[in-house]
């Protein structure tokens, strides 16, 4: 029997639009109010695994508003717990096996996750390997998204994919599009209600 979809609050929906506006617009000082409030909005009435995975996101999101390197390690740090807290937390929720009886169904994300490692792997210097093993827990949590059969996950799972491809890109080869960091914190928003659903 299929779980009930729950869809984000009209509360979370109102902040990640606000935030991904003031972040297209370089209004950083205002995301200060704005990002530290997503996750805790989209936890609500969530399960635990779930609201495990998105409180040490949200603790990401707030590591992530510094700006020196210490603060992106910490908040890498906190986004690699956790994409490994979202792989039970799908477990637990999806029916599971679609891979096995699809396995064509996983060849897109690992193309991706293959792509940007060779990509990147010249650009990233001494943080090479903490990319590769990052993008891999990243890639293996899509997949489990994928597996559980539910289509909202796997289209979450492909769409954190591309925000932290975009944040990778920008960082490790200047690939930086006008109003990149909107795109990045639109594919994000909505890949975690997706993921949350």
């Not at 001494?126 to 093993?133: D, E, K, L, S, W």
């Not at 289509?151 to 925000?163: I, K, Q």
């Not at 006008?178 to 975690?192: D, R, S």
Request: hydrophobic share 50%; glycine share 10%.
């Amino acid at each position: 029997m299929d779980r009930p979809k729950t869809p984000p609050s009209p509360g979370y929906i109102a902040l990640a639009v606000t935030d991904t506006l003031l972040a297209a617009a370089g209004r950083n000082r205002a995301r200060w109010v704005t990002k530290p409030l997503l996750m805790p909005a989209l936890m609500f009435t969530r399960e635990r695994p779930t609201q495990v995975a998105l409180g040490l996101c949200g603790a990401g999101d707030v590591a992530l508003l510094g700006q020196s390197p210490a603060a992106f390690t910490a908040g890498l740090g906190c986004f690699l717990a956790g994409h490994a807290a979202w792989i039970p937390a799908l477990r637990a929720r999806g029916r599971g096996g679609l891979l096995r009886r699809k396995p064509l169904a996983g060849l897109p994300f690992v193309a991706a996750w293959a792509g940007l490692n060779v990509y990147l792997w010249s650009r990233t210097g001494q943080n090479r390997i903490p990319v590769a093993v990052y993008s891999t827990v990243l890639t293996a949590m899509a997949l489990v998204a994928v597996d559980s059969g539910e289509p909202l996950a796997a289209t979450g799972g492909a769409l954190f994919m591309v925000s932290d491809s975009l944040i990778a890109l920008d960082r490790f080869a200047g690939l930086h599009l006008p109003m990149h960091e909107g795109w990045v914190m639109a594919t994000y928003t909505t890949a975690q209600a997706l993921l949350a659903a």
